[in-house]
């Protein structure tokens, strides 16, 4: 079978991830794979040494420059972009084309190109339907299937843009820890009320608020020892400096861009909870899974998918969101005011309670990341849906 993935592969978000796994996946099981990134990066070599690192079989990438900057070349080069992208699929001629992300450059050209191509669109956003010039409306209108991240991500995409058809429901492949390293051997452990390290791993923009985690500390000191934020972004000065001015250092830490695989199960596995008290148009974030893979249970507000990862789970906390955060997470971006809302302090309360009473069971945790969400689990998955 020929498949061509579109998206993003530059860089180090969920889309990222998602796509060169799914790429290794498929690779690894003989499928012939044209990996198209229609990123606005250009990719540096040390870009595609990385990607290197996810060939396998007869998989072939193709990264292009970014547009340029003036106003006429930049219409100009997008256009190009499109015809070059649709000439690469008619030569392609893929089985399957998957598109993961929004963008007209990753809908238009396996239209214009009209081959015989079962065309899929992978949701792994909230699947609110944004503006009328949302490049999703083409996946709605001229795509074959639509397949989302978790059950909510796919119901909200298909009442969002009207999709009457099913949609298959399937999560995407975050970095395989127990493949990139050794987990840790999970024991049970009770912590005191007040001992517990949390730390919040994410990127540092204002609807995942991790800024406004960091003033709450006043709220959290009694129950938590300290409070770790690992993550690179527009709020990494400001919570820096916030942490500097009020003299916070010795318990509240902001350390920047956190490492991958063993450095990165290390670290994780060095702490007692992680934190998510985002409030943006989520998916379902793939760094609550990694969490999970180190046994270590979370709080995490349930917009979007995160809800999802609580179904028969109780070994984490997933605090209810309350009709103006759902509303005000379909444009974060637009309102960019942080939530107010003492209800996901109060929930790490009851965390830390929970941790001390023995009332999480950290191996349990870890078994129901292997039994859902494993790299194996997740490729198997994929690979009965791509054969169908």
């Known amino acids: ?115 015989k191509t079962r065309l899929i669109f992978h949701e792994v956003m909230s699947g609110f339907a944004g503006n009328w010039h949302d490049s999703r409306w ?23 843009f009207g999709w009457k058809k099913p949609v298959c429901v399937l999560p995407a492949i975050p970095e395989p820890l127990e493949v990139t390293a050794f987990l840790p051997k999970v024991t049970s452990k009770k912590v005191e009320v007040g001992k517990a390290k949390a730390a919040l791993f994410s990127r540092l923009v204002p609807h995942k608020q991790a800024f406004w985690l960091v003033q709450q500390w006043n709220s959290l000191k009694d129950v938590l020892h300290e409070l770790h934020i690992h993550g690179g972004g527009p709020e990494e000065a400001l919570i820096k400096e916030y942490i500097s001015f009020h003299s916070l250092g010795d318990r509240v830490k902001c350390f920047g861009r956190y490492p991958e695989g063993q450095a990165y199960v290390d670290l994780l596995s060095s702490y007692d909870l992680t934190l998510l008290p985002t409030v943006g148009a989520e998916g379902a974030p793939l760094v609550l899974l990694e969490s999970m893979a180190c046994g270590i249970p979370f709080v995490a507000y349930g917009v979007g998918g995160i809800r999802d990862y609580g179904v028969d789970n109780t070994n984490v906390i997933i605090v209810p969101p309350e009709p103006w955060v759902t509303n005000q997470a379909k444009e974060f ?28 069971n950290q191996m349990e945790l870890q078994q129901f990341y292997l039994e859902r969400y494993s790299y194996q689990v997740l490729k198997n998955a994929w690979l009965s849906y791509l054969c169908k």
Request: aromatic share 10%.
């Open 1 to 115: 079978m020929k498949v061509l993935l579109a998206g993003s592969l530059l860089g180090y978000g969920g889309i990222q991830s998602h796509l060169r796994w799914l790429i290794k996946a498929l690779g690894e099981e003989g499928y012939e794979i044209l990996a198209v990134s229609v990123g606005i990066q250009t990719p540096s070599d040390a870009d595609l040494r990385y990607l290197q690192k996810f060939q396998s079989g007869k998989v072939e990438f193709l990264c292009f420059p970014a547009f340029q900057k003036q106003k006429f070349d930049f219409h100009l080069s997008k256009l190009q972009r499109l015809a070059e992208i649709t000439t690469i699929i008619k030569k392609f001629s893929p089985d399957v084309y998957l598109a993961v992300g929004t963008g007209w450059n990753l809908f238009l050209p396996p239209l214009l190109s009209r081959t």
């Open 333 to 360: 971006t637009t309102t960019g005011k942080p939530s107010q809302t003492k209800a996901f302090i109060d929930a790490v309360g009851e965390m830390s309670h929970k941790l001390a009473e023995g009332k999480i």
């Open 138 to 160: 083409a996946a709605r209108w001229c795509f074959d299937d639509v397949v989302g991240q978790s059950p909510t991500v796919a119901k909200t995409f298909a009442e969002s």
